[in-house]
């Protein structure tokens, strides 16, 4: 987890936001294994390149993956048993 510090005065919407994608990208990379595996470098290979390379190859992955749920009794009537995230 990233940690902010020793910060003096105001922080900026724009600094909060990049800290928030930052974690959000982290987060996402240990859900799914990757953490210690991904390399980040100006040079893009299958498990290395820049925040967005990363961010792009957790999407890639997340869409190509069925999500059960516990369905309600509408949504089994519809056959929705699993839903399928597309980006």
């Known amino acids: 987890m990233f940690v902010l510090a020793n910060l003096h005065g105001e922080i900026s919407s724009k600094?909060?936001?990049k800290f928030y994608w930052k974690q959000e990208l982290a987060e996402e990379l240990e859900d799914l294994g990757l953490h210690?595996?991904?390399v980040f470098t100006a040079k893009t290979g299958p498990l290395?390149?820049?925040?967005?390379d990363a961010m792009e190859h957790v999407e890639k992955i997340r869409s190509?993956?069925?999500y059960s749920h516990d369905c309600t009794p509408g949504c089994q009537q519809k056959g929705n048993l699993y839903y399928f995230v597309e980006s």
Do not use: Q, R, T
Request: with cysteine; aromatic share 8%.
């Open 15 to 17: 600094c909060v936001a």
């Open 36 to 38: 210690d595996k991904w």
């Open 48 to 52: 290395s390149g820049s925040e967005d």
């Open 64 to 66: 190509e993956n069925l």
